[in-house]
C-alpha cells in the first residue's frame, strides 16, 4: 500500500494521528456506507428471508408461511425456470460473442485510422447511450413486418422477425449487439492505445504479417482488457430486461424470456412473492460467480497501480 | 477528445518504393476510412431513422414499403403534447417533469453522498477501505430485478410507491457505487502538493476537502454527475415497478405506445426522440470520461 492514499502527508506516526485519520475517513464515508446497506443490503437479506416463504397478498392482513427451500425446489423442477435460463445463457453467449467480434473489429480500424478517428468515435458510441427502452422501440419499427425498413432494404417481403421463435431470437441479438458493441469498442481502443510500441516495432523489423502480429502480439498483450470487456458484458447481457420487453415480450410463446423476465411477470404479474425472490437469489449467484472473475481481475489491476 | 486520442504512435510501416503518388499507406488510409464510414452509416442508422420518422405524416408512417422521402410534419410533436387528437391520452409534461426531477434530483443526492467518501478512498489511509470499496462495485453487479423486488416491499411499508422522492432513492442507490468510483479516480489524479501546502498553511482536512479538492475537480464532478444523470433518465424497470400514476418516467410512457392493436410509430419516434436526443447531447461532454465510466460498472442498468 504505497501508492494513492499515501499520496497526502502521513501525519507522522503518532497513533493518535492515525486515529483521527480514519476517524475522519469513516465520517466522509458514512452516509455512503449507510444508504447502500439501508436501501440495498437489508432488503436483500429480506428478499433472502422471503425467499423461504410464501406471501399471500389475496388476503388482509398478507400472510406469511415458512415454506424452506421448496420455493427454489419448484423452481429447479420448472421448465418455468429452465426454458429462461436456457435461453439467458444461449442470449448472453451469442450477444457477448457478437459484441466482442464487431467491437474488437471496430477497436482495430479506429487504432489505424488517420482520418477522422475522433468523429468517428463520438457517432459510433451513440448507440450505446441510447435509452434501452427507446431502442428497442426503434427497433420494432426497424423489424415491423409492414412498415419496417429491415425487410424493405434485405427484400425479405412481409417476414414476421417477432413472430417466430428463431427470428425472434435473432433479432433481440442483433438489437442488443447493435447496442453494446461500442462498449466493447471503447475499452478495446483505449487498451490498444495504451500499448507500448516497441514489439510492434521488432515485429515488423523481424517480418511480421499483420495477422501474425494480431495473433501474438496484440491479442497477448490486451488479454487483460479483452477478459474485463467480456465478463463486464456477460455480467449486463445476463440481466437483460428492456430491449425484450420492448421487442418480444418474452414472446413468442415465452421462447424469447430472459430471467430477469421471468422474475418481473413472477413477482408483479402473479404475485408469486416468495418465489421471486427465490429465483432472484439464484440469479444473483451466477451473477456472483460470474462477477468474482471480474473483481479478480480489477484487483491485480489494481495492485499494479499501486491503490 | 482526451483518453481517446492515441497515446503511442501507430507502428511505423516497412517503407515502400515510391512508384507513384499512392504509396501503400495512403491505400491502407482510404481503406479503413472508407469501412469506418460504412460501419458508422450502419451504426447511426436506427437513429436517424427515429428522428425521420419522428417527422412523418401519419399516412407516410404506415405507407408500406417504407417511404424514404417525404414532406415533414410536427404532427407526432403535436400530438405528444396534446395539441392533435390522437388515440393517447398523454401527459408528456408529467413524464417529462417526473424523469427530471428523479434523474435530476438522484444525481445531485449521490454527488452530495459520494463525494466524500470518494475523497476518503482516494486520499486517507484507513482499515477496511479496501472491502468497502469492494463492496460497493459489488453492489453494482448485482441484478437490478433482484434488488428492486425487495425495494418495492420496502417503499410499499414506507409509502413511497409512486412518489419522487421513492425514485430519488432508489436511483441515488444504484448511482453512490458508480459515482464514489469515478470520482474517487477523479480525486486520486490530483497533485497531492495542494493539500500539502493547504495543511501547512494550517488548514483542516475538511477545509482541504472543501477549500481545495472540490474546487478542482468541477470537470470530474460534472462528468460523473451527467453519468449519474443519464444512468437514472435511462432506467425503466424501477420506474415500471416502483410508479403507478403520479410519479411514471419518460421510458414508461414510451412502453405504453406498443398496444395489442399495433403501434403509432410516428408518436412512438417522437417520444423516443424527446428521451433519446437529450441523452445523445450529453454524450459529447463525457466522452472523454467514457473509459473510466465504463470500467467501473457501464452506464447502463
Known amino acids: ?307 | 477528445m482526451g483518453s481517446l486520442r492515441t497515446v503511442a504512435a501507430r507502428p511505423p510501416e516497412p517503407a515502400t518504393p515510391r512508384r507513384t503518388r499512392w504509396t501503400q499507406r495512403d491505400l491502407e488510409t482510404v481503406l479503413v476510412t472508407l469501412v469506418l464510414i460504412v460501419a458508422t452509416v450502419v451504426f447511426m442508422f436506427p437513429i436517424l431513422m427515429m428522428i425521420a420518422v419522428s417527422f412523418k405524416a401519419p399516412a407516410d408512417v404506415i405507407a408500406a414499403p417504407p417511404r424514404w422521402v417525404f414532406r415533414p410534419t410536427l404532427d407526432n410533436y403535436a400530438a405528444l403534447l396534446g395539441l392533435r387528437a390522437s388515440e393517447f391520452h398523454i401527459d408528456l409534461l408529467l413524464h417529462f417533469r417526473n424523469s427530471v426531477a428523479a434523474a435530476g434530483g438522484a444525481t445531485l443526492l449521490s454527488l452530495v453522498v459520494a463525494a466524500p467518501a470518494a475523497y476518503a478512498f482516494a486520499r486517507l489511509r484507513f482499515r477496511g477501505a479496501r472491502p468497502v470499496l469492494f463492496y460497493l462495485l459489488a453492489l453494482r453487479m448485482l441484478p437490478p430485478i433482484a434488488t428492486v423486488i425487495p425495494l418495492y416491499l420496502l417503499m410499499r411499508n414506507l409509502h413511497l410507491l409512486d412518489t419522487i422522492t421513492g425514485l430519488i432513492l432508489a436511483y441515488t442507490t444504484f448511482n453512490l457505487p458508480f459515482v464514489v468510483w469515478v470520482l474517487r479516480s477523479f480525486f486520486q489524479d490530483l497533485p497531492a502538493d495542494l493539500e500539502e501546502a493547504a495543511m501547512i498553511d494550517g488548514a483542516t482536512r475538511w477545509q482541504c476537502l472543501v477549500k481545495v479538492i472540490l474546487p478542482l475537480s468541477t470537470s470530474g464532478i460534472v462528468a460523473s454527475g451527467i453519468f449519474a444523470l443519464m444512468l437514472a433518465w435511462n432506467d425503466f424497470l424501477f420506474a415500471v415497478i416502483l410508479t403507478n400514476r403520479h410519479a411514471p418516467t419518460l421510458p414508461v410512457l414510451t412502453a405504453g405506445f406498443i398496444t395489442e392493436m399495433g403501434t403509432s410509430w410516428g408518436i412512438a419516434m417522437a417520444a423516443g426522440a424527446v428521451i433519446a436526443v437529450p441523452v445523445l447531447i450529453f454524450t459529447l461532454f463525457v466522452q472523454r470520461y467514457m473509459v473510466i465510466g465504463l470500467t467501473t460498472g457501464a452506464v447502463k442498468g
Do not use: K
Not at chain 1, 410463446?253 to 422474475?263: F, N, P, Q, V, Y
Open chain 1, 1 to 307: 500500500m504505497s501508492g494513492g492514499p499515501a499520496a497526502l502527508p502521513q501525519p507522522h506516526g503518532t497513533t493518535a494521528l492515525r486515529a483521527a485519520e480514519e476517524r475522519f475517513a469513516w465520517t466522509l464515508l458514512a452516509p455512503t456506507f449507510v444508504a447502500a446497506c439501508a436501501i440495498l443490503a437489508v432488503p436483500l437479506l429480506f428478499s433472502l428471508y422471503l425467499s423461504f416463504h410464501v406471501w399471500d397478498l389475496s388476503v388482509v392482513p398478507s400472510r406469511l408461511t415458512w415454506v424452506g427451500v421448496q420455493n427454489y425446489v419448484g423452481l429447479l423442477h420448472s421448465e418455468d425456470f429452465w426454458r429462461p435460463l436456457r435461453f439467458t445463457c444461449l442470449y448472453t453467449a451469442l450477444s457477448v460473442s457478437g459484441e466482442f467480434v464487431l467491437g474488437f473489429a471496430l477497436a482495430l480500424l479506429l487504432h489505424r485510422a488517420t482520418v477522422g478517428r475522433g468523429v468517428f468515435t463520438t457517432l459510433l458510441i451513440l448507440p450505446m447511450m441510447m435509452t434501452p427502452i427507446v431502442t428497442g422501440l426503434v427497433w420494432g419499427l426497424l423489424y415491423d413486418p409492414n412498415y419496417g425498413m429491415i425487410n424493405q432494404i434485405f427484400n425479405l417481403g412481409h417476414l414476421a422477425w417477432l413472430g417466430e421463435v428463431r427470428y425472434a431470437a435473432a433479432a433481440v441479438v442483433i438489437a442488443t449487439v447493435w447496442t453494446n458493441s461500442p462498449f466493447v469498442m471503447v475499452l478495446l481502443l483505449a487498451g490498444l492505445q495504451s500499448l507500448s510500441h516497441e514489439p510492434f516495432e521488432a515485429a515488423m523489423i523481424d517480418g511480421a504479417s499483420s495477422r501474425q502480429i494480431l495473433r501474438y502480439i496484440i491479442v497477448p498483450l490486451l488479454m487483460p482488457t479483452i477478459l474485463v470487456a467480456l465478463l463486464i458484458r456477460t455480467i449486463f447481457e445476463f440481466r437483460a430486461f428492456d430491449i425484450m420487453w420492448m421487442l418480444t415480450q418474452g414472446g413468442p410463446a415465452g421462447r424469447t424470456e430472459t430471467l430477469s423476465m421471468t422474475d418481473f411477470l413472477m413477482s408483479f404479474r402473479f404475485f408469486a412473492v416468495g418465489q421471486g425472490a427465490a429465483l432472484s437469489w439464484i440469479m444473483l449467484a451466477i451473477t456472483a460467480v460470474i462477477s468474482v472473475g471480474y473483481l479478480y481481475y480489477l484487483t491485480r489491476s489494481l495492485r499494479t497501480q499501486g491503490a
